[in-house]
């Protein structure tokens, strides 16, 4: 079944503590991407890749790092998160103009 | 990417049709009107997406009015399962950039 993963879909921590979200696609997809989606303010990109080794900053890249070393996989990291992280994270990939989403992981940081 | 406006919530009877409707009257030619759906704070789910002609697969159906200034989204019979929030959205087809600017959409409520 064609999909993107992401892990942990639930993940509460506290500020300063380095984590890691994963995001994986089995669809050979070159152009992968995150959002966060706060009340109010809806769904913006925080980082998005075009093929491997090629990243670029979206809207709200602040706080955030990407890497893509594999065409199937593109994790978010936070080094040093903060409450004003605290949002629901969505990893989407694309194939001709379609977007296919993750279930989304649902960060708190106290 | 041009703007969107949808109006902010509707109703709808379960096994109506549900006309969902959007306004983007600075579209561009090679823009085309895409729609998403977003149910529950799960991930955004891809409906449809027209350039001038009209579109219909499995999910729904999309009309661009002749002018392209306006669309319709039709779920032909609403299901309760139907109920979310509903995302009009303009970009370039061929964008690399793959970005989806979501507005607030319309949220259908699919009532029994």
């Known amino acids: 079944e064609a999909q993107v993963t992401q892990n942990p879909r639930y993940l509460i921590t506290v500020t300063g503590k380095k984590l890691t979200v994963t995001c994986s696609q089995n669809m050979n997809h070159e152009y992968m991407s995150w959002y966060r989606q706060d009340p109010g303010l809806g769904l913006r990109q925080i980082y998005y890749?075009?093929?491997?080794?090629?990243?670029d900053k979206g809207d709200v890249p602040e706080g955030y790092k990407v890497s893509r070393k594999e065409k199937r996989n593109f994790p978010l990291i936070l080094e040093s998160p903060s409450p004003n992280q605290t949002s629901l994270y969505f990893c989407?990939?694309?194939?001709?103009?379609?977007?296919?989403f993750g279930p989304g992981t649902r960060l708190t940081v106290l | 990417d041009a703007k969107t406006t949808q109006p902010p919530s509707m109703d709808c009877a379960e096994g109506r049709a549900a006309n969902l409707p959007c306004n983007h009257s600075t579209i561009s030619g090679n823009e085309y009107v895409y729609w998403y759906r977003q149910i529950h704070s799960q991930g955004p789910q891809y409906i449809i997406h027209g350039l001038k002609n009209n579109e219909t697969n499995e999910m729904a159906s999309l009309i661009i009015t002749e002018d392209r200034k306006s669309s319709t989204l039709i779920l032909p019979h609403a299901t309760l399962r139907d109920t979310a929030v509903y995302y009009c959205?303009?970009?370039?087809?061929?964008?690399?950039?793959?970005?989806?600017?979501f507005g607030q959409g319309t949220t259908l409520q699919v009532k029994p």
């Open positions: 890749s075009m093929n491997v080794e090629v990243t």
């Open positions: 959205i303009v970009r370039v087809g061929s964008s690399n950039t793959g970005k989806l600017i």
């Open positions: 989407a990939s694309l194939e001709r103009g379609e977007q296919f």
